[in-house]
């Protein structure tokens, strides 16, 4: 017995503590163990992400599958065929939870056919207490559960996982680490996410975010520039640098530096010919940024700029921090300074409190703006935030009618700005092969609209002039012109 845990010790020690280093020893563990089973059965292993949510979990699942990618995992789009099926998910809205439950039932079924099959849950939804007791009562068949704080660890709970042969839960409060330098799989060869920030402290009252998220903390600047000169090396023409409040970034930083700051260093980046960006939170958005968007040749002329509510007196409530006064100046000045700017955004039906006046207020900004389109959100209870404990919480009926009739304005009002710019030749990034139609492929302008038009798949990650002949309402079918 003594001897058993010398030898454990032993081996411990070669264990680096550092990061990323302990990581890449794991991944070596995880790929030697793999390398037996896929001996034993004579076949490769297989693994199915799937991602629910926000833009920042598509970047988490990317890493993921760098990291199963190293260690031989093969990827299979079919999860009923992988062996390994992991659920990033995402827990913004109450049937976002319901959804992932009903999977994963599934799942079980599927699982008792593969005795060799493995199933991780990580996300947002894990780092709610009462989503891992119910997962541990009732889906014990689930091998690996961790939250989004120690995403990094993946192989390390791999490793654990397949040498204890039990359920493996590794769930953090909250965290003040980055780790850098993981590998990671990008979906498109030409365009990545980039993290320039992690988690959330602004507490909107409805928002679970700032509870499964974590606090705010921006990564350093240098290892920023760093990945996204790798990502230009390695053929990367668009990024989209993510944070649920980019315009805050910086602030914690040791050597504070703004989002605009930011800005200008990557605009600096040769190979770089597109920068996006969001979300930008309308309190926090400065002059200096619209300054320095309406001056770049590479920022992307489109903002997200979520307003949630038209009403001042339900911003108020949802802790927003502006009036519809202030976002409706902020609106005037980014439309004067950048003209030719797209704006999108958020909106929320039904917050607790809401009267018909309110919602007026809300119908009243979406016609003053005219939005390029809109997300619209019908109010969802999440236990935990203080809006859920909110009296007058609004009749499902009430909310329907509401929300009906917003989308119909939004709709209309997309349409118009989109029919704008039909007939103008747009410089565009040749991203797919249109989902319908193979003979068509699928372009994005600087201002996010799609354009299907006649190409082939050489096209893909290069830019085109199109001509933007027909509207189709929110997106385009046009024709390549030669310049
Ligand atoms: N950080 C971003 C938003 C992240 S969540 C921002 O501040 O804009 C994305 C969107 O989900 C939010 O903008 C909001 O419109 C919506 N949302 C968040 N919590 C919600 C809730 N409880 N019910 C309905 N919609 C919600
Ligand atoms: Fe949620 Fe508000 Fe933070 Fe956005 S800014 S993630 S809505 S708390
Ligand atoms: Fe959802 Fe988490 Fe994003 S809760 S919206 S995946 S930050």
């Not at 299979?76 to 439950?101: G, H, L, M, S």
């Amino acid at each position: 017995m003594e001897k058993k845990t010398l030898i454990t010790a032993e081996a411990e020690m070669q264990i680096p503590v550092t990061e990323p280093e302990r990581q890449y020893y794991f991944i070596e563990k995880a790929k030697e163990n793999l390398a037996k089973l896929m001996e034993q059965e004579k076949r490769s292993f297989t693994f199915c992400v799937t991602t629910f949510g926000c833009q920042m979990n598509a970047r988490d699942s990317e890493k993921l599958v760098g990291i199963l990618e190293q260690i031989g995992y093969v990827e299979e789009p079919d999860e009923e065929k992988a062996d390994f099926v992991i659920y990033n998910t995402c827990t913004v809205r109450e049937n976002a939870n319901q959804r992932v439950y009903g999977r994963l039932g599934q799942l079980g079924r599927i699982k008792k056919k593969n005795p060799h099959m493995m199933i991780a849950l990580c996300g947002c939804m894990m780092q709610e207490p009462e989503v891992v007791e119910k997962l541990k009562k009732s889906y014990r068949f689930v091998d690996l559960i961790f939250g989004t704080h120690n995403i990094y660890k993946f192989a390390e709970l791999i490793v654990s996982r397949m040498n204890s042969g039990k359920m493996v839960i590794d769930i953090w409060k909250d965290t003040d680490k980055i780790v850098e330098d993981l590998p990671s799989e990008r979906k498109y060869p030409f365009k990545s996410g980039v993290n320039i920030m992690f988690g959330c402290n602004n507490f909107c009252s409805y928002c679970i975010v700032p509870y499964v998220r974590g606090r705010e903390r921006s990564r350093d600047p240098k290892a920023i520039i760093r990945e996204i000169e790798r990502l230009a090396e390695d053929g990367v023409v668009e990024v989209m640098l993510l944070g649920q409040n980019v315009n805050s970034y910086g602030k914690t930083l040791e050597h504070p530096m703004s989002f605009a700051q930011l800005l200008q260093e990557i605009e600096k980046i040769d190979k770089i010919e597109r920068i996006r960006f969001m979300t930008s939170h309308p309190k926090d958005l400065s002059d200096e940024l619209i300054e320095v968007m309406a001056q770049s040749k590479k920022i992307c002329r489109h903002l997200h700029l979520p307003v949630q509510s038209g009403s001042t007196r339900i911003l108020e409530k949802m802790n927003r921090r502006y009036t519809k006064e202030h976002y409706l100046g902020l609106v005037e000045k980014i439309r004067t300074a950048i003209p030719d700017i797209s704006l999108t955004t958020d909106i929320i039906v039904g917050f607790p409190g809401e009267t018909e006046e309110d919602f007026q207020e809300t119908l009243d900004v979406v016609r003053k703006v005219e939005y390029d389109s809109a997300f619209t959100f019908i109010y969802s209870k999440r236990t935990g935030t203080p809006a859920a404990v909110m009296e007058g919480q609004i009749p499902d009926e009430v909310v329907k009618d509401r929300f009906g009739r917003l989308l119909e304005e939004v709709q209309t009002i997309s349409a118009r700005m989109c029919a704008k710019h039909e007939g103008t030749v747009q410089r565009v990034l040749v991203e797919s092969h249109n989902e319908h139609d193979e003979r068509l492929m699928t372009g994005r302008l600087s201002n996010n609209l799609l354009v299907h038009f006649p190409g082939d798949e050489s096209m893909i990650g290069k830019f085109a002039d199109v001509r933007l002949d027909e509207c189709k309402g929110f997106y385009y079918i046009g024709k390549i012109v030669e310049k």
